[in-house]
């Protein structure tokens, strides 16, 4: 007879033990490889609807400051082999629905013209769509209650390349129309087109671009490309000779008689990257500043509302410097102010927050001129929107205030004559000092004829001037879906993470099983050596028997993990759909994570079967074959003999004793936020020296002799607990997952976020500020017409750095804010200060750059489940000119209203984004009482500005809603395992009390009645339960010292009272009923059977 | 009278036809007597001792205990006539490995509360002088030989003062230096201290120590011999 043989005998004569085994050890298999199919199933789910939003294009053209024409991706078609390319419009707008005023913010229009249909697995009739007329996807659908032929209006802001709060800048111009729903798209139709990395389902409307553009006052234009190319070809030479000049935003014009060409910028003020590239293009080039002042005043006599002009020219011709002046010859005689006359210069210009504010300037004249006869005229005025183009000055729309009134009639006549042209000069250095603001520094640029012709000067700009600078970006797709995709939340690792206590107690069940399978097979292996078997011989046997199990056992699993991964993604896809807006997972059946979740469990398995093994095999024979009619091993061959057990836990409980109070003391020292992880370790240290503690006085109690009168005393009590003592370590494991169970689900609780207890404490996660708005439009301050103070912040979007995005935010959304704001409300709570303490105003550090990088805060949550980061690390981000910018993380806030972005200050945001016009984040300040008056006030004020506007504590609880979803997970999961955890308590009753049986028959035989006898067996068996519970109890409670003082005073105590309550009556119940059932029995046939 | 058995019958169920085991058989024991019951394996003699002891109950007829009915007496009143009135002693020694010697003779104190716990230790630690095993009070079953656990077991049966010990095999599993001892002690207990004694064996030594013996076959008794 083989090995192979003698094994496969005694897989079928034993067949129900290594049933029961291959059962546990599929158990293992099927949780490790369930979690892993899970995270395999995540990433390929958002891989696949990432891909799918952005219509599988291979990039994406994003344009922050400027619009192309539409007619791009024609020419790219037309002229690039095996490309697809589609030109979009894409703009934020609000939907009011007629019928009931129902508003729908954040809504996405997109404009679409045929090309689209390259990117859609199924056409999207866009010929079909009039002009007021749109398609809509499910989820506006579903929010906005729409259905085909439904009315509704939408509400945008034209896009201009103006910025609004910057001086002369124009406010966004809204404008609506009304639509109908001509259908509703599919996916397929590339209904939730998106280049954001979000999860998340937008909120897509669909309208011809041609009618979106003329609209939006870019009649022909789009700003978005979706391209795909062949091979490896990359966009970026692609696009530079499709570019125009106006596609760059600049302006070429005669100036001087037509002697000099002009180049403007669409935004007014030239960058210095511009400045650059066109001073290298030609040296020589006269660099111009024009600018708009208030008043020239002198001795009481004031000029108002005219230009100041500088110049390189005029710098060499007056050699001009600091605060000199020259007049023009209408201006010294308005004035009457003669050479030497100081004169004081009043304008509006930006401050660091990008707020325009009146400031003045004194000057002393140093010549005054005939403007004519120095080529000073009309053309030095810039393309001042409200301005340049209105006949009649009274009719100025500057984008600054003017007070009219101060307007003469001669101002009137000069205007009428002259028009912009320039009253003064100062020198180019002192209007630079005084007049730039974040867009730039210049106004024009101009060229001598004699030099250049204009379309070689052109084509020099377009070929010089990278389309980054203008302010386009290439997305690369596949490389930022694989980016976001790859280090988004690894929910397999979080499972698995969180299955980490029902892989424990899998693995607890398996050593049990594994003793007992050996123990009861002792005269077999006593046998074997008997008749002159190697131990090494006998390991091997039980070793194979062992593989063979746990491979039928990881069989099993693996198919098992891949129906626990179906059920786990069924619960996900319903959180999913249900609190994140994003399609249903998919199922993806990965091999890896099949061999990977299976090879564990066996291990683990294998793991189990050599711990309970190594030992059996060197009892001798003689103790071995004695074993049956003992029934317990000399003490000279159970564990660790050799030395005082009581005195060896003893020993551990006290030095584990110093470790978890010196984690319990720097518990207490924490923050808020940090402070729950902290307890929680505290929490797990005791639990560790509380089951020392336990097995210390379980050996104790052992080796005491209770004497009495000389005589050792035995009660029914203490002759209860040590028959459930016989067996230490399975004792201790009865115990242990018991109080494990319990403090892993109480704990968990202790989690659990709920609403601040004072929300409007500014410590709170709500900064205490009372409500939440963000707009779709941007806002600007002069806008916001309300009594209530508030704390506005600019917004350059990106990808939901929040825990509502499962993706990695690889481009974030960024908030500028006027950092003093904060600061003096003392807002929000940090929860990791960096390198600055308690004293320091962390917030006024935001403007401190180090080296070039940028100081940010982010929200906890995002910066180490989002982005993947923590405090001191560094980022990268793009700037609007496509140049990538270092921000350094700080410090980080407790999770609250700001979760989702990153936050820099005001003055850097602008300096990144120049271009971004308002605000569109808020936060306001508003007492309860007034709260829901405050957030309806807001509503309707915003509305056509598509603004959500939510109490700060419903935006919270969003938030709270995700995380809390993800703790009930962990909840489901720690129940399953303290489900396990009983049953493996029970499991281990009743083999005790299978094992007992000859002892019940002896004590029934003694005369012990079957009641008796019961509560022999109770007392032992709620020993270990009550020692168990209280073991757990402990830790459970120091994890919950934060909710006891006040950190999370919502904590679920009912929900935790009933967990408890219900293991304790689960608990009861089954030992009363295991017992009262076993006990029916009849014992006498065993001892009849013996 | 110790006890009366009156035209026992006992019957099992065994492949769906009923196995006669016990059958019209009656017996008396008085006090003082030693009875030895042989007879084949199979033939009924642990199903006697278990109608004697309480622990099973006959088909039809009656058991009396110092002339009282049994037969409608309830498991806790049962119980009582076990720990008082009777004394067990099995092939094997049962005596449970968790407990010390002195704690295993103990426990047949701890089924009804009344006792007194400290003439109850007063009794076990005469009753292990008188059977030699009082300096291995502290020990472990797995501690001793064959002959002090089954002394030990005696001690057990003892404890209680019972009138009446049931030995089943008391020498079966001991080899035949520890065999005598233990008859020559069981003899000494019947004859010094006045215990009566009821043993099923296969053993002819410890048969010829009691002073009656019966032979059980098909169910029925037999006297074979004795001292009378």
Redesign the interface.
């Known amino acids: 007879m083989t090995l192979l043989t003698r094994v496969f005998r005694n897989l079928v004569h034993y067949w129900k033990q290594h049933l029961l085994l291959a059962a546990g050890t599929a158990l293992a298999v099927a949780i490790i490889t369930g979690a892993l199919l899970l995270g395999a199933s995540v990433r390929s789910s958002l891989k696949e609807q990432a891909a799918a939003k952005t219509g599988k294009a291979d990039y994406a053209l994003l344009s922050t400051v400027n619009s192309f024409n539409s007619e791009l991706s024609d020419k790219i078609l037309y002229n690039e082999k095996d490309a697809k390319a589609a030109a979009l419009l894409g703009t934020g707008a609000g939907l009011i629905k007629n019928k009931n005023g129902l508003s729908l913010p954040g809504i996405k229009v997109w404009g679409i013209d045929n090309n689209i249909n390259l990117f859609t697995q199924k056409t999207l009739p866009v010929e079909n769509l009039k002009d007021d007329e749109i398609f809509i996807n499910q989820r506006v659908a579903a929010k906005a209650g729409l259905k085909p032929g439904d009315e509704i209006l939408l509400k945008f802001g034209k896009i201009s390349s103006s910025v609004s709060d910057v001086p002369f800048g124009q406010e966004t111009e809204l404008t609506g129309s009304f639509y109908r729903v001509k259908s509703i798209l599919e996916t397929a139709q590339l209904s939730d087109l998106s280049f954001n990395m979000n999860q998340t389902i937008p909120l897509n409307i669909f309208l011809p671009l041609k009618s979106l553009s003329a609209n939006l006052g870019i009649p022909g234009k789009a700003n978005h490309l979706m391209l795909s190319l062949p091979g490896n070809s990359r966009p970026e030479k692609i696009l530079q000779p499709y570019l125009n000049m106006a596609d760059l935003g600049i302006i070429s014009r005669n100036a001087d008689s037509g002697s000099l060409i002009e180049i403007l910028s669409d935004q007014l003020f030239f960058n210095k990257s511009f400045e650059k590239i066109l001073m290298k293009i030609d040296p020589e080039a006269d660099r111009i500043l024009s600018y708009f002042f208030n008043t020239l005043s002198s001795e009481g006599r004031i000029t108002p509302y005219s230009i100041v002009t500088a110049s390189d020219r005029f710098d060499r011709q007056f050699s001009l410097s600091g605060n000199e002046i020259i007049l023009s010859e209408w201006t010294a005689a308005d004035l009457e102010a003669v050479k030497g006359d100081r004169v004081t210069m009043a304008f509006y210009r930006e401050n660091q927050t990008g707020n325009v504010t009146e400031t003045a300037s004194e000057f002393i004249v140093k010549e005054i001129i005939n403007a004519s006869l120095y080529h000073l005229d009309n053309s030095y005025m810039p393309l001042f929107p409200g301005l340049h183009e209105v006949k009649n000055c009274r009719d100025w729309k500057p984008g600054v205030d003017i007070n009219l009134d101060l307007i003469r009639k001669k101002d009137e006549e000069y205007w009428n004559s002259y028009k912009g042209t320039p009253k003064a000069v100062i020198s180019l250095s002192k209007a630079e000092e005084l007049f730039s603001n974040r867009l730039g520094s210049l106004t024009a640029f101009r060229f001598s004829k004699d030099k250049w012709k204009q379309k070689d000067l052109e084509s020099a700009i377009i070929n010089n001037i990278s389309p980054g600078t203008a302010g386009y970006q290439w997305l690369d797709l596949n490389k930022t879906i694989t980016g976001a995709v790859d280090n988004s939340i690894d929910l397999g690792g979080l499972f698995l993470g969180l299955s980490f206590f029902l892989i424990a107690a899998a693995a607890i069940l398996l050593i049990l099983l594994y003793r007992h399978s050996l123990t009861t097979r002792m005269d077999e292996w006593g046998l074997l050596k008997a008749t002159g078997y190697p131990n090494s011989t006998i390991k091997k046997l039980i070793l194979t028997e062992g593989l063979l199990t746990a491979m039928a056992g990881g069989i099993i699993g693996g198919f098992s993990g891949i129906l626990y991964n179906r059920f786990l993604l069924f619960l996900l896809s319903s959180f999913f759909t249900g609190t994140l807006y994003a399609p249903a997972l998919t199922e993806t059946v990965s091999p890896i994570a099949i061999i990977t979740g299976t090879g564990c469990g066996i291990l683990l398995s294998l793991g189990a079967l050599l711990l309970s093994s190594s030992k059996t095999v060197k009892i001798p024979a003689s103790i071995l074959l004695s074993f049956k009619g003992n029934r317990e091993l000399p003490e000279s061959y159970t564990p660790a003999k050799r030395f005082n057990k009581a005195r060896l836990f003893g020993i551990l409980f006290l030095l584990s004793i110093i470790p978890s109070s010196a984690v319990l003391v720097y518990a207490f020292t924490q923050t808020q936020s940090g402070a729950s992880i902290w307890f929680f370790l505290a929490g797990t240290f005791f639990l560790v020296t509380l089951v020392f503690l336990f097995l210390f006085l379980l050996n104790f109690l052992l080796k005491k002799k209770l004497k009495n009168d000389g005589f050792p005393k035995l009660s029914l009590f203490t002759f209860g607990i040590k028959n459930v003592l016989r067996n230490p370590g399975r004792s201790t494991a009865m115990v242990l997952i018991l109080a494990a169970s319990l403090f892993m689900v109480t704990s968990t609780g202790s989690y659990r976020i709920n609403t601040p207890a004072d929300p409007f404490s500014r410590d709170s996660g709500t900064g205490g500020f009372g409500v939440y708005c963000e707009t779709t439009i941007p806002v600007s301050e002069k806008e916001i017409v309300t009594d209530t103070e508030f704390v506005p912040f600019r917004l350059k979007p990106g990808d939901d750095a929040s825990c509502l995005n499962l993706q990695r935010a690889v481009n974030p959304s960024v908030i500028g804010v006027d950092w003093k704001e904060l600061s003096e409300r003392k807002a929000f709570h940090f929860a990791d200060r960096g390198t600055f303490n308690r004293k320091d105003d962390v917030w006024s550090k935001l403007d401190e750059q180090t080296d070039g990088t940028i100081p940010a805060i982010a929200d906890e949550t995002s910066l180490s489940w989002n982005l993947g980061n923590k405090v001191g690390d560094t980022i990268e981000i793009t700037d609007e000119k496509g140049k990538v910018v270092k921000l350094r993380f700080i410090a980080s806030l407790s999770p609250g209203l700001l979760q989702g972005f990153i936050i820099i200050s005001e003055k850097n945001f602008l300096s990144l984004y120049p271009s971004t016009s308002g605000y569109r984040v808020f936060l306001i300040e508003a007492e309860k009482k007034s709260l829901i008056k405050v957030k309806n006030e807001l509503t309707e004020l915003f509305a056509d500005h598509g603004a959500e506007v939510l109490c700060a504590t419903e935006r919270l609880q969003q938030f709270n809603a995700v995380e809390n979803t993800y703790l009930s997970f962990f909840l489901i999961l720690g129940g399953l395992g303290v489900i396990l955890g009983l049953g493996g308590f029970f499991i281990l009753i009743i083999r005790q009390m299978v094992e007992s049986e000859r002892e019940f028959a002896l004590l029934t035989a003694l005369g012990f009645s079957r009641a008796k006898i019961s509560q022999v067996v109770l007392f032992g068996n709620l020993f270990l339960f009550l020692s168990g519970l209280m073991i757990g109890t402990v830790p459970s409670f120091i994890s919950m010292l934060p909710v006891l003082i006040g950190y999370n005073p919502d904590y679920p105590y009912l929900f935790s009272g009933f967990l408890f309550i219900c293991l304790l009556l689960t608990g009861l119940t089954a030992i009363y009923v295991i017992i009262k059932f076993f006990l029916k029995r009849n014992f006498i046939l065993t001892l009849k059977n013996e | 009278m110790v006890i009366e058995l009156k035209n026992i019958y006992k019957s099992y169920p065994s492949g769906g036809e009923e196995v006669r085991v016990l059958s019209d058989l009656s017996l008396t024991v008085k006090r003082g007597d030693s009875i030895a019951v042989t007879g084949p394996s199979g033939s009924g003699k642990?199903t006697l001792l278990?109608c004697m002891?309480l622990?099973?109950t006959p088909t039809s007829g009656n058991v009396l205990i110092d002339g009282e009915e049994t037969a409608s007496l309830k498991?806790?009143e049962l119980?009582?006539?076990?720990?008082?009135k009777?004394g067990?002693v099995?092939?094997?020694h049962?005596l449970?490995?968790?407990?010390?010697l002195?704690?295993n003779v103990?426990?047949?104190s701890?089924?009804?509360k009344k006792d007194n716990?400290?003439s109850i230790?007063e009794r076990?630690?005469k009753i292990l002088s008188l059977l030699d095993i009082a300096e291995l009070?502290?020990a472990?079953?797995?501690?001793l030989s064959g002959g002090e656990r089954q002394r030990a077991a005696i001690a057990?049966a003892l404890v209680?003062n019972p009138s009446l010990i049931l030995l089943d095999e008391p020498t079966g599993s001991l080899d035949s230096e520890n065999a005598e001892k233990i008859g020559v002690l069981l003899k000494r207990l019947n004859e010094e201290e006045g215990i009566t004694l009821v043993t099923v064996t296969h053993s002819p030594y410890l048969a010829s120590l009691m002073n009656k013996r019966f032979y059980l076959r098909q169910g029925a008794l037999s006297e074979t011999g004795g001292d009378k």
């Open positions: 642990t278990n002891g622990l099973d498991e806790k119980a009582h006539i076990r720990n008082r009777i067990f099995f092939q094997l049962y449970l490995p968790q407990c010390t002195w704690e103990l426990i047949p701890l089924a009804f716990q400290k230790a076990i630690k009070s502290q472990k079953p797995y501690a057990r209680m």
